[in-house]
């Protein structure tokens, strides 16, 4: 041993001071690195010179302890300190630091991959990727914003690439309704001019119409009102509105059929929970009355109907059989046009008319009636219903009901069936306020667009739409392991999973130990400059230290070679 040993021994020394200011060094280097871990170099001693193993007491000798010379030392690993590092924030919304343990999920060419730093951006495909461009894992979810939790796949965040409309299901109201107001006791009425049907008493005779009359043996007056080979056209005019016009043809056609036509186009909203005309004494409807025929309307004011010469044509020529008023429709009511939407957000336009149709000494009822001019259906009326009021102004009966718009036309789902919540409505108001209600709230939506998102600390991402809409877009996920200091380290602040690192254990933020997100920051590097820089000089101090010795050997050995000169 001797000399050539103690030199050995320092030169080993100088090469593990020397792993230690790597070490260092590359801390130091990445202290503004993001998300970086700093190591540290640990040595063990390696093999030892036993020149003796020492003896036990025996007799007079009290024994004697080993004597042994070591030869150095070894690096026994070097160890990543995977303490959080500070998290500061950031002007980037897809910046994301890890509050806790775990590591982010990124895919590349390479593979899976693991990170802490979440400096993330969005690609021209919408999708969230590091700097290296690895796709960042999460839960994504189907054609209806349903979550998929199978198995992870790329987040993707398509800012101005996705579209969404939603559908009215639900639609509240609040108002109040004035008990003292006229009561509405009938609607309103207008018949034609006699008329007759040609063949009517016999082929050539001419007698009173039927409804089975043909409509192009209608006359009025001995002129023939329909035209074989004709359309027959008709609109009106109900409360404050025009009616859309609806047609038919003269040939194959029936005086039944022109007043359904009638009745269709002016909603007239007929069955056995609606009272008869207070006029008439006729159900509401449209229906021969001997030689004329006579519409009735609904009850209240705002339900008057109004059809003049030139409604009713045949072939563009007006027909001569004006309609002649015989009542005006009266009654407390109450109009309110809403708007509400499809499947694919169009519009739907919709009156809700509420007439007093009845009042006791204890109870007060409204009639609500329900028109729309966006139904696909012929009918303009898609629902009625009453509202009934106590004695203190409480709604005891029809706080809920359901109307349906057929949607067929327009390419949407169809039916469009809404729930109609009136509960908030109130039977207590004045002459001067009157009866008035509105619609609070409906949760459908015209088409919107996706403008920004939110990313929540367990790692939900929630799309913000310009109409107004939140959808969840997807989820991050969080992988942890057993055994993190046997991750493998690769370029770009990442890792892979190792042979001693365990399997990756994935899930969302917050669950089963793993930290939370905090979105718009950053987590910085765990280098503590002051700590590694006291480390380096002793580092430094421990080079000096073995290079001294190795200089002291060689001093010894050239004095040794002088010996025998």
């Given amino acids: 041993m001797g000399l050539a040993s103690a030199t050995t021994t320092a030169l080993n020394g100088m090469r593990l001071n020397e792993t230690s200011i790597d070490v260092l060094g590359n801390n130091v280097a990445n202290a503004g690195t993001r998300g970086f871990k700093s190591s540290e170099a640990l040595f063990t001693t390696q093999l030892v010179s036993t020149l003796s193993s020492g003896d036990g007491p025996a007799g007079s000798n009290g024994g004697t302890n080993p004597r042994q010379i070591g030869l150095g030392g070894t690096v026994s690993t070097i160890r990543k300190d995977f303490k959080q590092g500070s998290v500061t924030t950031s002007n980037s919304p897809t910046d994301m630091a890890i509050?806790?343990?775990?590591?982010?999920?990124?895919?590349?060419?390479?593979?899976?991959?693991?990170?802490?730093?979440?400096?993330?951006?969005?690609?021209?495909?919408?999708?969230?990727?590091?700097?290296?461009?690895?796709?960042?894992?999460?839960?994504?979810?189907?054609?209806?914003?349903?979550?998929?939790?199978?198995?992870?796949?790329?987040?993707?965040?398509?800012?101005?690439?996705?579209?969404?409309?939603?559908?009215?299901?639900?639609?509240?109201?609040t108002g109040a309704f004035f008990s003292g107001g006229e009561l509405a006791t009938n609607g309103t009425v207008q018949s034609t001019l006699p008329l007759q049907d040609a063949n009517g008493g016999g082929p050539g005779i001419p007698g009173p119409p039927s409804p089975t009359t043909p409509l192009q043996d209608l006359t009025s007056g001995g002129t023939s009102l329909f035209i074989p080979g004709d359309n027959?056209?008709?609109?009106?005019?109900?409360?404050?509105?025009?009616?859309?016009?609806?047609?038919?043809?003269?040939?194959?056609?029936?005086?039944?059929?022109?007043?359904?036509?009638?009745?269709?186009?002016?909603?007239?909203?007929?069955?056995?929970?609606?009272?008869?005309?207070?006029?008439?004494?006729?159900?509401?409807?449209?229906?021969?009355?001997?030689?004329?025929?006579?519409?009735?309307?609904?009850r209240g004011a705002a339900n008057a109907l109004q059809v003049n010469p030139g409604d009713l044509r045949s072939g563009g020529a007006v027909v001569l059989t004006p309609f002649q008023k015989?009542?005006?429709?009266?009654g407390e009511s109450a109009v309110r046009d809403i708007i509400v939407y499809d499947s694919l957000g169009q519009e739907v336009n919709i009156r809700?008319?509420?007439?007093?149709?009845?009042?006791?000494?204890?109870?007060?009822?409204?009639?609500?009636?329900?028109d729309s001019d966006s139904d696909s259906g012929p009918a303009l009326d898609i629902g009625t219903g009453r509202l009934e009021f106590d004695g203190t102004g409480d709604l005891v009966s029809g706080q809920k009901t359901t109307i349906t718009v057929m949607r067929d036309d327009n390419a949407a789902l169809s039916p469009l069936t809404i729930d109609l919540d009136f509960s908030q409505l109130s039977g207590i108001s004045s002459a001067l306020q009157g009866s008035n209600f509105v619609m609070e709230s409906q949760d459908g939506a015209p088409p919107g667009t996706l403008v920004d998102f939110a990313i929540g600390e367990s790692g939900g991402i929630s799309g913000v739409f310009d109409n107004g809409l939140l959808r969840p877009l997807g989820r991050l996920?969080?992988?942890?392991?057993?055994?993190?200091?046997?991750?493998?380290?690769?370029?770009?602040?990442?890792?892979?999973?190792?042979?001693?690192?365990?399997?990756?254990?994935?899930?969302?933020?917050?669950?089963?130990?793993?930290?939370?997100?905090?979105?718009?920051?950053?987590e910085l590097s765990n280098t503590d400059i002051g700590k590694n820089l006291v480390d380096l000089i002793i580092a430094s101090t421990n080079y000096r230290g073995n290079a001294r010795v190795i200089s002291s050997t060689q001093e010894l050995t050239d004095e040794l070679l002088r010996l025998g000169r």
């Fill in 99 to 173: 509050e806790g343990e775990g590591f982010f999920v990124v895919k590349n060419g390479l593979g899976t991959q693991y990170t802490r730093d979440g400096s993330f951006t969005l690609n021209p495909e919408g999708k969230l990727v590091n700097p290296a461009g690895g796709r960042v894992q999460g839960y994504g979810i189907d054609g209806n914003y349903n979550l998929q939790t199978a198995a992870p796949v790329d987040i993707e965040i398509p800012l101005g690439k996705l579209y969404i409309a939603e559908a009215t299901n639900n639609a509240t109201f």
């Fill in 232 to 298: 027959v056209t008709f609109s009106g005019r109900k409360g404050d509105r025009d009616l859309p016009m609806q047609e038919m043809p003269v040939t194959g056609s029936t005086v039944q059929d022109l007043m359904s036509l009638m009745e269709r186009v002016l909603g007239i909203q007929n069955g056995p929970e609606i009272p008869a005309d207070g006029f008439t004494g006729d159900p509401p409807g449209v229906q021969l009355d001997g030689d004329t025929i006579r519409i009735t309307g609904n």
């Fill in 326 to 330: 015989q009542a005006d429709a009266v």
């Fill in 352 to 370: 809700l008319t509420a007439v007093l149709e009845e009042r006791s000494s204890t109870r007060t009822g409204f009639r609500w009636y329900a």
């Fill in 477 to 522: 996920v969080i992988a942890q392991f057993s055994n993190v200091n046997g991750l493998v380290e690769g370029g770009g602040g990442t890792y892979t999973e190792g042979p001693n690192s365990g399997p990756p254990r994935v899930g969302p933020p917050g669950a089963f130990g793993a930290g939370l997100l905090r979105a718009g920051a950053i």
